[in-house]
């Protein structure tokens, strides 16, 4: 009798780990939460190609553990954002969250994934309260704050004695954030905004703004568009006759994925980011040529910050040897690593936002080319995060 229970103690431990040892075998579930549909249909989808990139690159695996994606189109409908970002929490109970592009979208994510102690990357949306005042450990993000590729460009334009500028975006964090940052540098070099237009997301009936600028005549404009909007927005612009006769200033977003839709009007364009399409390093031409062979197209600015994703969350893996529920672990090693980027190393500030170099860009063609740095190193301020 003692000998049958001693057996059959044995047999439920081996169970046991065997099922631990099972769950540390299977895959990582990563829940990628973009938009498939919408005027930011585009950059989702490059996000997602982005990534499954760098995964591919490692075998398919992250920290020796397979990748199973989990995916949502949140339409970059913040009003669908808590319930969209739930079914990847509860319903599919991912490991990781992975998104989105829309701020107001974002925003819904991270209260989320405070809530629920769910980790977060998030690819693209900018909204400085993410990294500020909701920073938190388990959020980390591979692209920018909506207030760095702004204020560079604010600091360019000052440089160059616009003392006018008029701003014109969508009414939402992201436009609002950028337009403050580019205001920020816009008067570190004596210069003002005269003036903010904005109209609703994602509209693109320009007209009467556009009308409104041709009689202010302001030195400088500063848009902030992106995906197909920008492209209406940067063809309106030149059927105005704006083009070349008010310089058009914005983040890089406004020409990024898009110049080819945009044609002849975009050329010239001048913009600030993190990235530029001919960085001539080893890294950004591999990265450039592994991409074109496996999807047939060329990357862009989010095609880079999905990628970067990747390589995070490969870093935090790496560090624990695949062990997702040593948590801690994970996400310091996440916010210690310096990103080998295609676009230049960059590191994690404490708040969980890049640090990096924001370039100078002009359109030339079907690429965004680099110029020059704009702003070395540039962390955002991170106002407001207490961690
Ligand atoms: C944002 O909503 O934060 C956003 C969206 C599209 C971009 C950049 C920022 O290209």
């Known amino acids: 009798m003692k000998t049958a229970l001693k057996l059959s103690a044995v047999a439920a431990a081996l169970c046991v780990s065997a099922a631990v040892q099972a769950q540390s075998n299977a895959p990582i579930k990563v829940g990628l939460m973009l938009p498939y549909t919408g005027t930011y249909a585009a950059l989702g989808n490059m996000i997602e190609n982005g990534f499954k990139l760098y995964v591919q690159e490692q075998g398919g695996k992250l920290g020796g553990r397979e990748i199973q994606y989990f995916k949502v189109d949140d339409e970059s409908d913040p009003s669908k954002g808590t319930d969209n970002v739930n079914k990847l929490i509860k319903r599919d109970q991912v490991d990781v969250l992975v998104g989105t592009v829309h701020s107001g979208v974002a925003l819904a994510m991270a209260k989320a994934a405070r809530e629920n102690d769910t980790l977060l990357i998030i690819p693209n949306a900018g909204a400085d309260a993410i990294t500020g005042p909701m920073c938190a450990p388990n959020i980390v993000r591979s692209s920018f704050s909506n207030w760095q590729p702004g204020y560079a460009m604010g600091v360019v334009a000052g440089q160059r004695g616009h003392k006018r500028a008029m701003t014109i975006t969508w009414n939402y964090a992201a436009g609002a954030e950028t337009v403050k940052g580019f205001r920020e540098g816009l008067e570190k070099g004596g210069g003002q905004v005269i003036r903010d237009l904005t109209l609703p997301f994602p509209n693109v009936e320009f007209q009467a703004l556009l009308t409104e600028i041709a009689a202010q005549k302001p030195d400088a404009v500063y848009a902030f568009f992106a995906g197909g909007g920008a492209v209406k927005f940067v063809k309106d612009y030149a059927a105005a006759g704006l083009k070349g006769t008010i310089p058009l200033y914005g983040p890089g977003f406004l020409t990024d994925g898009t110049l080819q839709a945009q044609g002849p009007t975009a050329q010239g364009l001048e913009t600030t980011l993190h990235y530029a399409d001919n960085l001539d390093t080893p890294r950004n031409n591999s990265f450039r040529k592994n991409f074109a062979i496996t999807y047939k197209a060329n990357p862009d600015v989010y095609a880079v910050q999905g990628y970067d994703a990747a390589q995070l969350l490969g870093a935090g893996l790496n560090a624990v040897k695949g062990d997702i529920s040593k948590r801690d672990a994970l996400t310091s090693a ?21 640090v990096q170099d924001i370039y100078l860009r002009v359109a030339k063609g079907e690429n965004n080319e680099v110029k020059a740095v704009a702003v070395k190193a540039l962390a955002d301020p991170a106002r407001g995060c207490k961690m």
């Open 334 to 354: 996440m916010r210690k690593t310096v990103v080998d980027s295609p676009r230049g190393k960059f590191t994690i500030s404490k708040a969980g936002n890049p």
